[in-house]
């Protein structure tokens, strides 16, 4: 039975039942469950990947060494790149999932505002870092293609002195040029802001939920958002400052 | 006190809305707000205009019927209180008030101020129920309950259902209206037999009309009844569990 303003303008068809994961995505709840899981992945490897860059204040042959060590993970049991390829597809694929859950979720709550809007609204709750999660987002997933362009796959246009396998060297050359400075710092605000209520978000959303801890979700995320933000940017403060060189 | 107020007036389901302004001179602080509503309304009467349509029926807070948007909050700027128990003493003379019905898709505008909330009885249909035998009625204390979940459930139970919570999401998600009335039978042994299909199938017939949660909190703030986004967890959980359980096994399917 459709009653009115009812999301689905025509009525359910009959289906077949499908295999449950495919259910439950279908399920809005179900794509929290994505959007909460892939962003730990995610969360995982923010923080794997800022402990990383803290090599850089161990010089060049460090940072560079480190790097090379990535590619040999694994080895020699498994050729090299060849764990490194796993975690970038895994990496790929959570955030793909966690792109089209978040694609999907926002569409299906546009619909259910209806057409009319509040003249005045009041909130009390929602923050500033909760209602720019789709822009916060953005602007992450903006800086991540700019980012592997600049220093993974060294894009002429933007890195014009990138040097294969020259981690430091690159690194420093990207750098020391201010908007990409800028480029950094936006993106960090971002990062903190999206984590800040992603990783308190997201335990709601599997339904982690217990008296005993439910205030230490908020502490956690305020911790790890406040951790990320910090640990990345001591990098390019520290070119700036002129402590890395 | 002399108050302005704008209002949203519509005539009617389909019609064309917008804010008219209105003076409501030589109110008491003691009234309601709905009484300040009303004593306008017999001012329109007297003058030949239409009255403002609003929803109301106990006027003390326990059905749920009444529910405004006061100035950009749900029921007003009195955390806990359903409009109804809004008195005018929350206002200062000369405030100019803006009033709004709910805006949801699911809740569209029959009249003024008054919302169809009948998407909220489609959810319950689904499944806010217990299927039991009739009989003569079982002995007393016959199921131990933990005084815990029996507080629990209660709280959850005290949900009137008045749409304060899709009013206030930005998302227009009613997770809070529904987990409450998920919660109150799932908390409880008597909820046990059907707890996993009640939730899938309230929450799949909640997606057919209402957003998703992305645990704003406005929610929680603006119901009247302070239920608790835990419930929200709850219900989460327990769709998780409706999705991996073998519900033949469990008897419920
Ligand atoms: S009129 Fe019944 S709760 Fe307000």
């Given at each position: 039975m459709t009653a009115t303003g009812?999301?689905?303008?025509?009525p359910a068809k009959a289906k077949r039942p499908l295999p449950w994961p495919i259910r439950f995505y279908q399920s809005d709840v179900g794509k929290k469950y994505v959007m909460a899981i892939t962003g730990v992945v995610g969360l995982g490897f923010i923080v794997f990947h800022m402990l990383g860059n803290l090599h850089a204040f161990e010089g060049s042959d460090q940072l560079n060494h480190y790097a090379e060590g990535l590619r040999e993970i694994g080895e020699p049991i498994a050729p090299k790149t060849f764990l490194l390829w796993i975690g970038r597809l895994g990496l790929l694929a959570a955030l793909a999932g966690h792109l089209h859950a978040a694609w999907a979720l926002s569409r299906s709550n546009q619909k259910a505002r209806g057409a009319v809007g509040y003249e005045d609204r009041n909130y009390l709750a929602a923050n500033y870092a909760s209602r720019t999660m789709r822009w916060t987002g953005i602007i992450i997933l903006l800086f991540i293609v700019w980012h592997l362009a600049d220093l993974?796959?060294?894009?002429g246009a933007i890195n014009p002195d990138y040097v294969r396998g020259e981690v430091y060297a690159n690194l420093i050359a990207s750098l020391e040029r201010w908007p990409v400075f800028l480029i950094y710092l936006t993106a960090q605000g971002a990062l903190a802001l999206h984590i800040w209520h992603g990783a308190w978000s997201l335990f709601q959303s599997v339904g982690i939920n217990n008296a005993r801890f439910n205030h230490w979700r908020r502490n956690f995320a305020t911790a790890l958002a406040g951790i990320v933000a910090i640990g990345y940017l001591t990098v390019p403060f520290g070119i700036l400052f002129g402590i890395i060189h | 006190m002399d108050l302005k107020l704008r209002v949203w007036r519509q005539g009617g389901a389909a019609g064309p809305g917008g804010f008219k302004e209105y003076d409501a001179k030589g109110?008491?602080?003691?009234?309601s707000f709905l009484e300040m509503l009303d004593i306008v309304n017999e001012e329109l009467t007297m003058a030949g205009e239409e009255p403002i349509a609003f929803d109301h029926d106990?006027?003390?807070?326990?059905?749920?019927?009444c529910g405004l948007m006061i100035n950009g909050q749900p029921h007003g700027?009195?955390?806990?209180?359903?409009t109804c128990q809004?008195?005018?003493?929350k206002f200062n003379n000369g405030d100019t008030i803006v009033i709004e019905p709910w805006r949801a898709l699911a809740f569209?505008?029959?009249?003024?101020?008054v919302v169809d909330r009948s998407a909220f009885d489609r959810i319950v249909e689904a499944g806010g129920y217990i299927s039991v035998d009739t009989g003569s009625a079982p002995d007393a204390n016959l199921t131990p309950v933990p005084k815990e979940a029996v507080d629990a459930a209660f709280d959850a139970a005290a949900?009137?259902?008045?749409?304060a919570c899709v009013a206030a999401c930005p998302n227009s998600a009613a997770q809070l209206f529904t987990a409450a009335k998920i919660g109150h039978l799932n908390l409880l042994p008597q909820g046990q037999p059907e707890r996993l299909t009640r939730t899938a199938a309230m929450v799949d017939t909640m997606e057919e009309y209402f957003g998703s949660c992305t645990n704003h909190g406005e929610c929680e703030s603006a119901c009247p009844q302070g239920i608790s986004l835990d419930y929200i967890a709850q219900m989460n959980r327990d769709y998780l569990k409706a999705q991996l359980a073998d519900l033949r096994r469990s008897g419920q399917k």
């Open positions: 009812s999301k689905n303008e025509s993974t796959w060294g894009v | 109110i008491s602080e003691e009234a106990c006027r003390e807070g326990i059905c749920g019927t700027p009195q955390q806990g209180t359903a809004l008195h005018m003493r569209p505008v029959i009249k003024d101020l949900c009137i259902g008045c749409g």
